[in-house]
T-cell receptor
Framework: EAGVAQSPRYKIIEKRQSVAFWCNPI?????LYWYQQILGQGPKLLIQ????????DSQLPKDRFSAERLKGVDSTLKIQPAKLEDSAVYLC?????????????FGAGSRLTVL | RKEVEQDPGPFNVPEGATVAFNCTYS??????FFWYRQDCRKEPKLLMS???SGNEDGRFTAQLNRASQYISLLIRDSKLSDSATYLC??????????FGAGTTVTVRA
């Protein structure tokens, strides 16, 4: 089966600019996650979708970050305006369902550098 | 206290050695546990689930100690290809996954 697709793989922007990342999960996976991974740290959940509804966005900095999954399939994560501390890899993951024992499959990530 | 804590390492071991490390968690109601492997500049990939009775997958053994609230991973007969960061994942009963910061293992020839 095709994996989780993400684009772009790399993005360099200046602070206060905006950026958007796209993710297409594995076909049939109802749950989609966006994680932020700063160098040397574990992935931190930004937002979790179940189909097109938000399950958890408690750690999403809503003043600058937004995400949507309008048709319950692919998703976009936007940062506007970007700050230096947003430099990180943004990982999208999907799972068949949101149950606790479910396994996540990650995409290759989008590496953001904010100058 | 962090939800999930790992010794960052690095653990530098020669080929053929055994290496083991733990991951502690703070929520005693945690239900599911996993080890993920992350190669340098790559995405995390599932290595193995951790069952209450402990489980083994080839050279890898995972254990759960509920009383002391930690899980462990042991790698026997280390290979160069085992060099990676190992992330522990803990899922409490509200299904909010928590990742540890990872333990880095470097296997040298």
């Amino acid at each position: 089966e095709a994996g989780v697709a993400q684009s772009p793989r790399y993005k360099i922007i200046e602070k206060r600019q905006s950026v958007a990342f796209w993710c297409n999960p594995i076909s049939g996976h109802a749950t989609l996650y966006w994680y932020q991974q700063i160098l040397g740290q574990g992935p931190k959940l930004l937002i979790q979708f179940q189909n097109n509804g938000v399950v958890d966005d408690s750690q999403l900095p809503k003043d600058r970050f937004s995400a949507e999954r309008l048709k319950g399939v692919d998703s976009t994560l936007k940062i506007q305006p970007a700050k230096l501390e947003d430099s990180a890899v943004y990982l999208c993951a999907s799972s068949f369902r949101a149950s606790g024992a479910n396994v996540l499959t990650f995409g290759a990530g989008s590496r953001l550098t904010v100058l | 206290r962090k939800e999930v804590e790992q010794d960052p390492g690095p653990f530098n071991v020669p080929e053929g050695a055994t290496v083991a490390f733990n991951c502690t968690y703070s929520n005693s109601a945690s239900q599911s546990f996993f080890w993920y492997r992350q190669d340098c500049r790559k995405e995390p990939k599932l290595l193995m689930s951790v069952y209450s009775s402990g489980n083994e997958d080839g050279r890898f053994t995972a254990q759960l100690n509920r009383a002391s609230q930690y899980i462990s991973l042991l790698i026997r007969d280390s290979k160069l290809s085992d060099s990676a960061t190992y992330l522990c994942v803990v899922i409490p009963n509200d299904y909010k996954l928590s990742f540890g910061a990872g333990t880095t293992v470097t296997v040298r020839a």
